[in-house]
Structures are given as structure tokens and as C-alpha cells.
């Protein structure tokens, strides 16, 4: 990929930061080549900031990382366009996007799945998710299997609520499940759409 740093005066090309599973945009930076080869060999967004006048890495305070997925560079070579997974919010402020935007609201599966990974790390002893992780893969697992059986159940009744409920229990585990084993949702859904094609 052949970036031309030299357009601009400051040796600095846009990055545009897009969601990869939404596709919303999330912030725009500022990158030079030091910034884009850390990047590509970190898998994690990296700017040149202008205000501290050094690499930083998004996230690198908050955890709030942006997990690169592709990079692309626009048709005159000056502008990048970085698909990436966002782990929490990407703006400052606690928002999702740098323009307040709501990224998530027509995908929370994956803003829970994002939401699952934080708790994960938390600090928080009566954090529910920390307390799952911290008792290993078999009790995750072991929990998935008691909410199907659960939903089984509620699906032989015609309790509508306790049902939903139920299905939104197993689902939440199943989420964790897909963390506790180093996948992702979108991984799922990659096969269903291959299967799909066929």
C-alpha cells in the first residue's frame, strides 16, 4: 500500500476510523508512516497526536482500543480508510462516535458482546460477568447448557414472557461462551452467511 505523505504539509494523512460491523463512523485522526507501520503491526488504531506531538495509541488510557480488521487507502493515496472494532466507546466524551452518534442501536448483539468483553477485565467483585469468567470455561459452559434446558421448558408452556426471557438468558451466555473461547458473534454469523451462499 503506497500512502503519499507528502500532500500535506505536515507529513500527516487523514485516517477515517469505520466500524467494521456497522459501518458507522467513529473519529477521524491523523497518521504518519510511523503511525500507520505500528498500527499494522499491533492490530491497534494508532495516531500521530497533534496536541502531544508523539504516537498514541486509541485506548492506550481508557482500554477502549480500536482493533483493526482492514486498512484501505483511498484512489489519490492520501486518505486511509481502517475498518475496526471499537471495544467501548470511541469518542472522549463516553460517547460511541466522535459526533455523538449512536453506534450500536440497530446491532446490540454486538455492542452486549462489546459490554461482556469490558466487564470481563473489570475490577468490579460483584461485577455477575467478571465472577462467570473467573470460574473457568466449564461453568460457562455449564450455565449455557442449564438456559437451554430452561428454554426447553418454557417452550413446551405458553408463558410467552417467561419464555423471551429465558431466550434472552441463553443468548447473553451464549455471548459469553463465544468470548470465554476467543471468538466473536461476527465469526457465527461469517458461517451462516457462507452456508447461506451455497
Given amino acids: 500500500m503506497k500512502i503519499d505523505f507528502s500532500k500535506y504539509a505536515d507529513g500527516l494523512v487523514p485516517a477515517i476510523i469505520q466500524d467494521f460491523t456497522t459501518h458507522k463512523v467513529l473519529m477521524l485522526g491523523f497518521m504518519n508512516q510511523e503511525a500507520v507501520d505500528k498500527t499494522m503491526a499491533e492490530g491497534k488504531v494508532t495516531f500521530f497526536s497533534r496536541s502531544k506531538q508523539r504516537l498514541w495509541t486509541k485506548g492506550e488510557e481508557s482500554g477502549h482500543f480500536l482493533l483493526v480488521k482492514e486498512v ?9 480508510l481502517i475498518k475496526a472494532n471499537p471495544l467501548g466507546p470511541t469518542c472522549h466524551t463516553g460517547a460511541d462516535t466522535c459526533w455523538a452518534e449512536k453506534n450500536h442501536s440497530e446491532e446490540f448483539l454486538y455492542y ?3 459490554i461482556i468483553n469490558l466487564r470481563k477485565q473489570s475490577t468490579d467483585a460483584k461485577s455477575y460477568v467478571r465472577d462467570l469468567f473467573g470460574r473457568g470455561i466449564n461453568k460457562i459452559a455449564q450455565k449455557v447448557g442449564e438456559e437451554a434446558v430452561e428454554l426447553v421448558i418454557e417452550a413446551k408452556d405458553n408463558n410467552e414472557e417467561l419464555f423471551l426471557n429465558e431466550a434472552a438468558d441463553l443468548l447473553f451466555h451464549y455471548l459469553i461462551l463465544l468470548n470465554a473461547k476467543g471468538h466473536k458473534l ?13
Fill in 72 to 80: 484501505l487507502n483511498d484512489c489519490d493515496n492520501d486518505t486511509l
Fill in 112 to 114: 452486549l458482546q462489546d
Fill in 186 to 198: 461476527q465469526d457465527v454469523v461469517d458461517i451462516l452467511k457462507s452456508r447461506h451462499s451455497k
